[in-house]
């Protein structure tokens, strides 16, 4: 049996992987023209019952997996999920189809879910303990050599279990940049925070989940 080999996990490859089926390039939605909505909304928005329905039935799957990958409790998720279609419900008629319904309820349901963090008060990290590892978190001798590229698919489960397990500010930072692709200036508007802490958290996350990940590889060579 050969002995395990470090494995490098690029940020780019965790972002690509932690993209939901729905975003492939032949399944992705196609934006409709601006004030060219589909009928199905359009009755939604005119108050109609089984259209809102359909609307549901066909986003509520996206949805969830937004809040569960932000919060990372099922249970949790499952109730901002269901305050998101309740919102949904109150502010449908204000689209317009400036941008794809799907991106629009997209950033609605993550203002659900900021909302519901702040009222739970989540406390993001100092930027000075952000830059200080605890001794169990220092990352290993090739800290801040140029990352490799992972010569495996990263497995998605193990990849949703690892961001799971990422410190709630660290994992809300994570997904609301590398796979919402908001900016840090954006990041800290929204978490009001520095800039300069939304760098650190991301970097933190990255080097927690590339532990988690280069583990989990070694693992599965030894077995």
Same mark, same amino acid.
């Given at each position: 049996?050969?002995? /395990? @080999?470090?494995? +490098?996990?690029?940020?780019?490859?965790? $972002?690509?992987?932690?993209?939901?089926? +729905? !975003?492939?390039? &032949?399944? !992705?939605?196609?934006?409709?023209?601006?004030?060219?909505?589909?009928?199905?909304?359009?009755?939604?928005?005119?108050?109609?019952?089984?259209?809102?329905?359909?609307?549901?039935?066909?986003? @509520?799957?996206?949805?969830?997996?937004?809040? #569960?990958?932000?919060?990372?409790?099922?249970?949790? /998720? +499952?109730?901002?999920?269901?305050?998101?279609?309740?919102?949904? *419900?109150?502010?449908? $008629?204000?689209?317009?189809?400036?941008? /794809?319904?799907?991106?629009? #309820? *997209?950033?609605?349901?993550?203002?659900?879910?900021?909302? &519901? #963090?702040?009222?739970?008060?989540?406390?993001?990290? $100092? =930027?000075?303990?952000?830059?200080?590892?605890?001794?169990?978190?220092?990352?290993?001798?090739?800290?801040?050599?140029?990352?490799?590229? =992972?010569?495996? /698919?990263?497995?998605?489960?193990?990849?949703?279990?690892?961001?799971?397990?990422?410190?709630?500010?660290?994992?809300?930072?994570?997904?609301?940049?590398?796979?919402?692709?908001? +900016?840090?200036?954006?990041? !800290?508007?929204?978490?009001?925070?520095?800039?300069?802490?939304? @760098?650190?958290?991301?970097?933190?996350?990255?080097?927690?989940?590339?532990?988690? #990940?280069?583990? $989990?590889?070694?693992?599965?060579?030894?077995?």
């Amino acid at each position: 049996m050969q002995p /395990a @080999k470090d494995v +490098e996990v690029a940020p780019e490859k965790i $972002s690509q992987a932690l993209l939901p089926p +729905e !975003a492939d390039s &032949q399944t !992705a939605e196609i934006p409709a023209p601006p004030f060219e909505l589909d009928p199905i909304l359009q009755r939604a928005q005119n108050g109609d019952h089984h259209a809102f329905a359909q609307i549901y039935n066909q986003q @509520k799957r996206r949805i969830y997996s937004l809040c #569960l990958r932000m919060v990372a409790n099922p249970t949790e /998720a +499952e109730d901002l999920t269901q305050e998101a279609f309740l919102q949904l *419900h109150r502010k449908i $008629s204000t689209f317009r189809g400036d941008s /794809a319904f799907s991106t629009w #309820l *997209h950033r609605l349901t993550i203002n659900v879910v900021l909302m &519901q #963090l702040r009222r739970k008060g989540l406390q993001l990290i $100092s =930027l000075d303990e952000a830059m200080e590892p605890q001794p169990e978190e220092r990352p290993s001798h090739y800290f801040g050599a140029a990352d490799r590229t =992972l010569t495996e /698919a990263i497995d998605r489960l193990t990849l949703e279990r690892a961001i799971g397990e990422l410190p709630a500010g660290y994992r809300l930072v994570f997904i609301l940049h590398d796979v919402e692709g908001y +900016e840090h200036n954006e990041i !800290a508007a929204m978490l009001d925070c520095s800039i300069g802490n939304s @760098k650190s958290q991301l970097h933190k996350a990255r080097l927690k989940l590339r532990d988690a #990940l280069r583990l $989990s590889a070694q693992q599965e060579v030894r077995s």
